[in-house]
């Protein structure tokens, strides 16, 4: 994960984080108490979210909102890319990880 | 401008938003009390930011401080497209338009 713009740039209420997920890879199984807005750059996966599965690809956007379960599977022969934006704090004022 | 994921999906913090900008267009020369996030999907731009002008291209990752003079101006042959982030409110609590 790179941080393109975050909390190290001044930037005050969100943070643009760039992912790369190899072949047969995926991202954690978790939830946490802020959102994702994301945009798939490169590639296909399944993402869970809540108790569903959908297949995404390079060009959907997805709004995963505070405290659903999610996961990223990379299904696709190549990397799977993409931006996932935070807000930089959570719970009146704590810094998000990786913001 | 079209709004991928904003206010009307329940964002709660920050807004993604898709800009297309015809060649030889530009948006406007402005300053506003919000900040921007930027990443050019396609095409070629000069961009000025307070008192200087950048070569920007797709991949490039912008951060646009608060209260900065600035505008996109498409100097390619085809369209300027570009993904802008911002807070989906500003000055305590007053909605952000567009967002």
Same mark, same amino acid.
């Given at each position: ?5 975050? #909390? ?48 995404? #690809? ?14 990223? #599977? ?6 799977? #890319? ?18």
């Amino acid at each position: 994960m790179e941080i393109l713009v975050g #909390r190290q740039h001044g930037a005050p209420n969100f943070a643009m984080r760039h992912y790369v997920v190899e072949p047969g890879g995926h991202t954690p199984h978790h939830s946490h108490d802020y959102e994702h807005e994301v945009i798939i750059i490169d590639g296909e996966a399944d993402v869970t979210y809540g108790t569903s599965v959908h297949r995404i #690809r390079a060009g959907d956007v997805l709004f995963i909102a505070p405290n659903q379960m999610h996961q990223f #599977r990379n299904v696709g022969a190549g990397p799977l #890319r993409f931006l996932c934006m935070v807000p930089t704090s959570f719970d009146c004022g704590k810094p998000t990880p990786g913001s």
